[in-house]
């Protein structure tokens, strides 16, 4: 049985339909991300799931037990917001016991719980100091604490990194995947955001959605390898996937892409079916797949402009036919105005449908 499952859920603010029929199953112990851009429901779903929301239809149950009536207080969950929502006249302490107080939880068990959250989360210097004494992830730290405290089975996080700067936020992200591998497998974890890179690095499975619809659930891995549509392919993944307009053609070795001059033998692709000869269709590329050393398959592109980014350069090429970005090491050598062959390898290209977007 899922740890939590959301079983063809319907939410709905009067007339307008948010979700419909809308199912999940997280099973104890993952760490599960719901990722897709502002307006596509994720926070919506976790505030169903946190019963915040009222679902018009469906049912929704953790750990066995059918919640979908029940308070948020008696769902056995934890939720952590985007806003901090601290008090600002208490202290760290007293911000973290305020809800087991609230509880009549004894004394020793509330100074206990505490303690062991301030140690998790490396705050324990800071448990007398006033939420105007700490810096943004400071704060972030005890909204989560706060949480942590309750001994909770499931716990909720709605994008609780975008008020933080860049710096900020990748420390605590890692934080964030250090405590769920502290507490264990016991301890399930639902994340909402709209950052991909928190997202691949935190997740055990990512759901992506687009206007309140599902469009993949998988593993980072499978989601950046082998997205199962258009959406997915150029949402996953920075830079962005390059996509090509062409068609299928065959000869007598097999499938052939064919886009302008831009032929590319597809015998190691795996398609989904069965190729449709003359099939209007558009090939993804990752620009780390685009390879300027060896093995030219694409030549005839001139370098536009170059990007250094430490570790990595992004190159930005063109021909007759289009643009393509080139992701290499930093050590590459190339200059606005140069010619670049481009290296194409079928294994690591994915192929969608023109008039549907779904990979083939």
């Not at 949480?147 to 934080?175: G, H, Y």
């Not at 264990?184 to 994340?191: D, F, N, P, Q």
């Not at 962005?240 to 032929?263: D, L, T």
């Not at 990007?307 to 990595?312: K, L, N, R």
Request: neutral net charge.
């Amino acid at each position: 049985m899922a740890a939590v499952s959301v079983r063809d859920v319907s939410v709905a603010f009067e007339a307008v339909r948010v979700f419909d029929g809308l199912s999940i199953d997280i099973e104890q112990g993952e760490f599960i991300v719901l990722l897709g851009p502002s307006g596509c429901g994720k926070s919506t779903l976790l505030n169903a799931i946190a019963g915040l929301l009222d679902v018009a239809s469906g049912q929704i149950w953790i750990d066995d037990k059918n919640v979908t009536w029940e308070e948020p207080k008696d769902r056995g969950i934890a939720m952590v917001f985007q806003s901090y929502a601290l008090y600002p006249r208490m202290n760290v302490r007293e911000n973290m016991s305020f809800g087991l107080k609230m509880a009549k939880t004894p004394k020793p068990e509330i100074e206990k719980r505490v303690a062991k959250a301030a140690e998790l989360l490396q705050i324990t210097p800071l448990l007398d100091r006033r939420p105007d004494q700490l810096s943004g992830g400071q704060r972030q730290r005890v909204a989560i604490g706060r949480a942590l405290v309750r001994d909770a089975a499931v716990f909720l996080f709605d994008e609780p990194l975008s008020n933080l700067d860049a710096k900020l936020r990748n420390e605590l992200r890692v934080e964030i995947k250090r405590l769920h591998a502290r507490l264990g497998r016991t301890t399930t974890m639902i994340y909402v955001t709209h950052d991909q890179i928190e997202a691949m690095t935190l997740a055990d499975r990512i759901v992506v959605l687009k206007e309140q619809q599902i469009q993949q659930i998988g593993s980072p891995t499978e989601i950046y390898r082998r997205p199962s549509n258009l959406f997915v392919a150029g949402f996953v993944g920075s830079p962005q996937m390059n996509f090509v307009k062409g068609r299928i053609e065959g000869n007598g070795s097999g499938p052939v892409f064919v886009s302008g001059k831009r032929r590319l033998p597809l015998n190691g692709y795996k398609f989904t079916g069965e190729p449709v000869m003359g099939r209007d269709v558009i090939l993804g590329v990752r620009p780390e797949h685009l390879d300027i050393a060896t093995s030219p398959t694409w030549p005839g592109f001139k370098v536009d402009i170059v990007e250094p980014m430490g570790a990595d350069m992004v190159i930005w090429c063109s021909d007759s036919d289009g643009t393509l970005q080139v992701r290499t090491g930093g050590n590459a050598k190339a200059e606005p105005g140069d010619m670049l062959a481009l290296g194409v390898d079928p294994g690591q290209i994915s192929i969608f449908a023109a008039e549907t977007g779904d990979r083939i």
